[in-house]
């Protein structure tokens, strides 16, 4: 195909036309720059659980819902109810993800304690790897956020994700997850769901804060982290974490 | 009111995430890949008995290559945005790495063989239609007009190099797929290395079945008589590349069982419960062991015209299933 | 011909992804500020203590002291903004407490629960109990 010259300026002109005009949109409509207060580099964000002080009220889970208008019927955070038989399947249960609390437990015998769960917002996360766009990211402050202007809801990361936290919103059709309640912490705020727990089983860390209880906790205490055989640099640590919870 | 899980599965899980739109397209490459296999068996194995299926080969993978974005697209929460893929890929995610495979194996080496195959006719085309058909000829013909014996030669030389290349690459296109469902560490019964091995098999497998039946399909509508040496030889590649997928299958379920790991218990209760009928009855038993038996019988007796034509028609459309 | 697929590719590639696109990593920090702007929908114990010590005095001397007032009493930031506008409803005392109290296996054996109906003979909690500082 032979282009003649008057074509190519033709063609260029129209083009610089439309680069322009979108970059000067792009600076009208661009986002404000950060707040002075609050700076990413000083904080890495995580939380700890105290499996012992979980009463499986449920409070976190409505709060959350209701901070962030989690849609009915998906959980950015939810709590399990283990109860272990010895030398057999542990018996694990989550009615509506713990919103309304439990049922009354049948067998009062077994070993049975609550475990709440959210995104352990993890360092090396097997979500953030195999997004196709970068649409989900983690933070520079180490929380794992979704951008829904940019997912294309192919779904990618939830199948990655080892901890079953994400979702599919119904309505925006993006992924949808726990958020470490970012627009909270960012304000100074703890989240949602810790701010509402009635006897501090759930806790917001900083490790980046020398003051943090969490460096006491992790140096007195039992940890683990939820399948740390996957390796994903979870940040959500528990104590006295049963051996039967998965 | 959503009735709550028990046992170990999470809350967020009760909705299936991958169904089957995202299902379909594996098994569309798949069609591709063994499509082209069978067509690069002609050019560069020299197997002149399946001659008469090479371009049905490469129509039917470009077809299907070109249907096969679609139920992607459909799958996609916003299918208008799915050109970010290519604006910003993430270089760690294997699915964006995948648009590129695709774009590569679409664009060098299904289009440019066809293109390659059916110069000569499209030159000629070119010459001897009018109006508006003149004009698409024309383009097609992109500039080059010479179909001396010189230029034919050019032509296969090309052509060889392209299918020589295009082989990886249509393993590469349906291996690519099996690697994105492999490298899901959370998932055990998708993690393995095997996978894309297996689906790069069972594409060959399926490409050639659906090729096999459309090329009697397309016999049957054109009214001309099949060539029975290409069918035989089309059969016979088709039960050897089965016996290599149904192993290696086995290989994975043997294996599986007998190191019976923690996801063991749970993939175990599966298939004997929800996945029974369509994994056990209609993938194993009549989509495999009854496809094998009908190629497997043609190759140890020999029957007639008629009931082989009739044997492999119902191999290849149950392989397909 | 590819060539000029290539460079429309470029200019659409210019235009549509915003330039800051990787500054932090592979995604559009734009989106941190977005997601930092969302509204609260929980004030914090923090804000209820500027107007209501009385009843902060109260709740701090009692078994209660560590839970935070809108555990009880839902999301109140829209009270905060505006209080006289947005009046707080009082909890649904009957189930409220149960969800926490009721005893049950899976609770820590410290924690104060017991089978509320015995307990109360359905009388409402609180016909005995204060709220904020419920130790009898």
């Known amino acids: ?246 | 009111m959503i009735p709550g899980v028990d046992g170990f599965i999470y809350p967020n899980e009760v909705e299936l995430q991958w169904g089957l739109l995202v299902v379909l397209y594996p098994y569309i490459t798949g069609l591709v890949a063994g499509a082209f296999i069978l067509a690069s068996l002609e050019r560069v194995f020299k197997v002149e008995a399946v001659r008469p299926t090479y371009r049905l080969a490469l129509l039917t993978a470009l077809a299907f290559l070109l249907v096969a974005p679609l139920p992607l697209q459909l799958h996609l929460g916003h299918p208008e945005r799915s050109l970010e893929m290519y604006l910003t890929p993430h270089r760690s995610s294997a699915m964006a790495m995948f648009g590129f495979v695709y774009l590569w194996y679409l664009m060098v080496v299904l289009l440019l063989e066809i293109w390659l195959e059916y110069r000569a006719d499209i030159v000629r085309l070119a010459q001897t239609t009018t109006g508006w058909q003149r004009l698409v000829y024309k383009l097609l013909t992109l500039g080059s007009e010479n179909v001396s014996p010189e230029a034919r030669r050019i032509d296969d030389k090309v052509s060889y190099i392209v299918t020589v290349i295009g082989i990886p690459s249509a393993f590469l296109l349906h291996g690519y797929v099996g690697f994105i469902f492999g490298s899901i560490k959370a998932n055990p019964w998708w993690s393995s290395p095997l996978m894309p091995i297996v689906f790069l098999f069972s594409a060959m497998v399926s490409g050639i079945a659906a090729v096999l039946a459309l090329y009697m399909a397309f016999m049957k509508v054109k009214k001309m008589p099949l060539d029975m040496g290409c069918l035989d030889t089309i059969a016979k590649y088709l039960f050897y590349t089965f016996v290599i997928d149904f192993s290696l299958e086995m290989l994975d379920l043997v294996q599986r069982t007998y190191e019976a790991d923690e996801s063991f218990r749970t993939l175990d209760f599966m298939v004997h419960t929800r996945l029974w009928g369509s994994q056990v009855i209609l993938q194993i038993c009549v989509g495999t062991l009854l496809p094998l038996a009908l190629l497997a019988a043609n190759q140890l007796w020999r029957f007639s015209v008629s009931r082989r034509k009739a044997m492999y028609l119902a191999a290849s459309l149950l392989t397909m299933m | 011909m590819l060539l000029g697929g290539l460079v429309v590719f470029l200019a659409i590639r210019a235009v549509v992804v915003p330039k800051d696109f990787g500054k932090f990593g592979h995604y559009r920090p734009g989106a941190l500020e977005t997601i930092s702007a969302r509204s609260i929908a929980y004030a914090g114990h923090e804000q209820c203590l500027q107007c209501h010590d009385q009843e902060a005095k109260v709740h701090g001397g009692g078994m209660h002291a560590k839970v935070s007032c809108e555990t009880c009493h839902g999301p109140l930031a829209k009270h905060t903004d505006d209080p006289t506008a947005n009046v707080p409803k009082l909890p649904d005392v009957a189930n409220l407490c149960r969800r926490c109290h009721e005893k049950d296996a899976a609770k820590p054996k410290g924690f104060h629960q017991v089978d509320t109906l015995a307990h109360s003979q359905g009388m409402l909690c609180n016909s005995c109990h204060q709220p904020h500082n419920p130790q009898l």
Not at chain 1, 169 to 174: A, V, Y
Not at chain 1, 209 to 221: C, S, Y
């Open chain 1, 1 to 246: 195909m032979d282009l003649s010259r008057r074509d190519i300026f033709k063609i260029g002109g129209k083009l610089l036309l439309l680069a322009s005009a979108g970059a000067t949109l792009e600076e009208i409509l661009g986002a404000a720059p950060p707040s002075e207060a609050y700076r990413m580099a000083d904080h890495w964000w995580g939380m700890i659980i105290d499996i012992d002080k979980c009463i499986g009220c449920g409070s976190c889970v409505r709060a959350c819902a209701q901070e962030n208008q989690v849609p009915a019927g998906f959980f950015r955070t939810w709590v399990e109810r283990y109860q272990v038989e010895e030398g057999k399947q542990p018996l694990v249960d989550s009615p509506n993800g713990a919103m309304d609390g439990f049922p009354p437990s049948k067998r009062t015998d077994l070993k049975s304690f609550f475990v709440p769960k959210l995104c352990n917002q993890c360092a090396s996360s097997p979500c953030v790897q195999v997004c196709p766009v970068g649409a989900t990211f983690v933070s520079p402050d180490g929380v794992v956020l979704v951008d829904e202007t940019y997912c294309l809801g192919c779904r990618y990361c939830v199948q990655a994700c080892p901890y079953g936290c994400r979702y599919l919103h119904p309505q925006k059709r993006t992924v949808d997850k726990c958020t470490l309640c970012y627009h909270r912490i960012t304000k100074g705020l703890t989240t949602a769901c810790c701010e509402n727990c009635p006897t501090g089983a759930r806790q917001l860390v900083d490790f980046k804060n020398p003051e943090d209880p969490v460096h006491e906790f992790l140096r007195n205490n039992k940890v683990e982290v939820l399948k740390p055989y996957m390796a994903t640099g979870a940040k959500v640590y528990y104590k006295d974490l049963d051996g039967a919870v998965r």
